[in-house]
């Protein structure tokens, strides 16, 4: 499945809220970029069928 921009940014967003535990409404954009790795990393894991995550070997 694909997703826009638009509807990722606002995972980020919380993430980076998170990161900074609110303290600030601004990351670098390395930071933002791994947030946002993060994101789409979590999305592909998640549509992941199992039986592929089992034979590569992650749980």
Known sequence: MEYQMEELLPLAASLA???????????????????????????QEFEMPDGERELSGRL
């Not at 990161?19 to 979590?42: I, R």
């Open 17 to 43: 809220d998170k990161y900074t535990m609110g303290e600030s409404s601004s990351v670098s954009y390395e930071t933002a970029q791994m947030l946002m790795e993060a994101v789409l990393y979590c999305i």
